[in-house]
């Protein structure tokens, strides 16, 4: 089973600052929080990751809570090729067992 | 950019027939990892590898096999396959450790009859 928790969906107007919360309760000290995206009949596409520290590229901006145990992405200025489902995935432990486990994600839908 | 294909793209068989898919990727990663995405279950792992020879079972590894036979070539194996691997199939693969960036195949659509 997934160890996050996220929206099933949301929606967003373009130009709009679109926040994507994820839980991840449970979540252990080496775990790392990453974030993929998917648009249909394609395969995900990593966004971003972060361990501790608030994160930011070129797609997004990644805000960790103190305590590890939440999370949100925070997409500026969303045009309509950010409608995508969006994946919060948390980093099993390193070595010959590590793998990442994909939940169902939140569906975000752009509108013009 | 990691470049990840799959083939074929497309599958059609019938129950009980055999498939192998097929995925290759040219960045020299040591992590192959082999997916599939069905309504409602989001993207599951089937089987994955650090390495020529190497497998390692996922969270949904019945009626499937899978072999890796080079650094770059990952194959999934569908012995007798049944209906119920009707599925969207997603190759990937990652650097040293599993928790480099993932890159993903364009996917491989599975249909058994």
């Known amino acids: 089973d997934a160890k996050t928790t996220q929206p099933d969906s949301m929606e967003s107007t373009e130009g709009e600052t679109v926040h994507l919360p994820c839980s991840h309760a449970t979540i252990s000290g080496n775990e790392y929080i990453y974030w993929y995206r998917q648009v249909p009949l394609q395969g995900p596409e990593y966004v971003t990751h972060g361990l501790q520290q608030n994160t930011t590229n070129s797609m997004a901006f990644l805000a960790i809570a103190s305590d590890r145990k939440s999370s949100t992405l925070i997409l500026p200025h969303v045009s309509l090729r950010d409608a995508a489902v969006y994946h919060c995935i948390l980093g099993d432990s390193g070595g010959s067992n590590a793998k990442l486990t994909f939940g169902k994600g939140t569906k975000l839908s752009v509108k013009s | 950019e990691a470049a990840v294909t799959q083939s074929p793209r497309n599958k059609v068989t019938v129950t009980g027939g055999n498939v192998t898919l097929s995925c290759r990727q040219t960045n020299s990663h040591n992590y192959m990892y082999w997916y599939r995405q069905d309504t409602g279950h989001g993207l599951r792992l089937i089987h994955y590898s650090y390495g020529a020879g190497n497998l390692q079972i996922g969270d949904v590894p019945d009626g499937y096999k899978a072999t890796r036979t080079t650094q770059e070539d990952f194959f999934l194996l569908l012995e007798l396959a049944s209906p119920s691997q009707t599925s969207l199939y997603f190759c990937?693969?990652?650097?040293?450790?599993?928790?480099?960036?993932?890159?993903f195949g364009p996917g491989t659509r599975l249909l058994v009859l």
């Open positions: 990937a693969s990652s650097g040293d450790w599993v928790q480099d960036t993932q890159y």
